[in-house]
């Protein structure tokens, strides 16, 4: 039994002879929850299995029932065996440490240092954006007003992707090449771009393009659309009826 983030667990955990014990990924509704798709992508993108509990959004048991798994009261959250790793940057280096071959961080050191840099800043910042412009994956909004602060916000994401896509990227698709945490961490960007249809350079659609043409994407992307549950506030720009 291990005390973790304020919550008991009885660990099923790394016995002798399981090679990888279970793992399980709480997240919230795949439609809104920027922060599960974060991890749920690096997980799938390191090409790790694991289950998952979907814990919908803004419901009356929904504090109590994410409480249950962290004290944090935040998704997305992982178990692994007797393990708890909350916050879902935590569960991208778990994941990148567990699938090394799969190269979540960039094996140049000085990428790799620009890499933690743009994931920690979108981590850290863009509150703005992240108000302003809720993901909401199946939302088709063109008619939202920008106001300068939020174009600020847009711009400075817009001048990352183009500046690790010139100077680390040219390899391959993505911000570093092949895939990274740092795509997965600016996934739910890419979503909120598409869905409110922000007016972008080439270089940043061709990058949008590329994340929202993953086969995982499309997965996530496909069964948020068929959920259920509408949550009002993160409805914006919607045509005046
Ligand atoms: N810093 C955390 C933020 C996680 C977060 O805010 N998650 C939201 C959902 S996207 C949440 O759990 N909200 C709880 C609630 O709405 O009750 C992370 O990176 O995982």
Known sequence: MLFVAGVARQGNGEEEGSAMPDMTL???NRNYSSWSLRAWLAMRMAGLAFEEIVIPLDQPETES????????GRVPVLHHGD??????????EYAAELAPA?????????????????????HAGFTVLRAALPMNIRADRPDLRIPADLQADIDRVCTIWCDCRRYFGTAG??????????????????????SYRIEVDGTVQ?????????????????????????LEREEVGEPDA
């Open 26 to 28: 709480i997240i919230g």
């Open 65 to 72: 029932r994410i409480r249950e798994h962290s004290a944090a």
């Open 83 to 92: 393990l708890t790793i909350w916050d879902s940057l935590a569960i991208c």
């Open 102 to 122: 799969a190269l979540l961080w960039p094996e140049d050191r000085d990428a790799r240092a620009t890499a933690r840099s743009v994931s920690a800043e979108m």
């Open 173 to 194: 698709q993505f911000l570093f090449g092949g895939f990274s945490v740092a795509d997965a961490m600016y996934a739910p960007v890419v979503a909120r771009l598409h």
């Open 206 to 230: 061709d990058y949008i393009e590329a994340v929202r043409s993953l086969p995982a994407m499309q997965e996530w992307a496909a069964v948020g659309a068929a959920e259920p549950w509408v």
